[in-house]
């Protein structure tokens, strides 16, 4: 996760998914020229929020609650505004909760039509011609 974990606050109900990185230093610097300090910062995750998959998340980032945080996504900016989904290098908001659960209800009606279809009794399965 980190070399630093005492610079990460983490709410409460988050999900941290795999591969998560927590970045809470920098001393890429400090290796090219000795007259440079190496950087900390804190990192604070608020409630409820979900971090996909091989996300990094830099130092000096906050991130409201209600946050989902798309896969491989690089969190370098603080995002105040709670009930958003950011994702990209860098991350930017690219959409809402609201957005998210009309998409999701959507599909749902598209399943739900398709698995009564299959209930049909004139439902008919095409076998595919053998090579």
Partial sequence: ????????????????????????????????????VNLFGYISIGDNCFLGQNSTIMYGCTLANNIIVASGSVVCNSF?????????????KIGTWDELKCKGNQS????????????KEDWKFIKRKEK
């Fill in 80 to 92: 105040g505004e709670e009930n958003i989904i950011i994702g990209g290098n860098p991350a930017r």
């Fill in 108 to 119: 749902m009606k598209r399943k739900e039509a398709l698995s009564a279809a299959k209930c």
């Fill in 1 to 36: 996760m980190t070399s630093e974990p005492y610079l990460v606050r983490i709410g409460e109900n988050v999900t941290i998914s795999g591969n998560v990185t927590f970045v809470t230093h920098d001393n890429s610097i400090s290796k090219i020229s000795p007259q440079y």
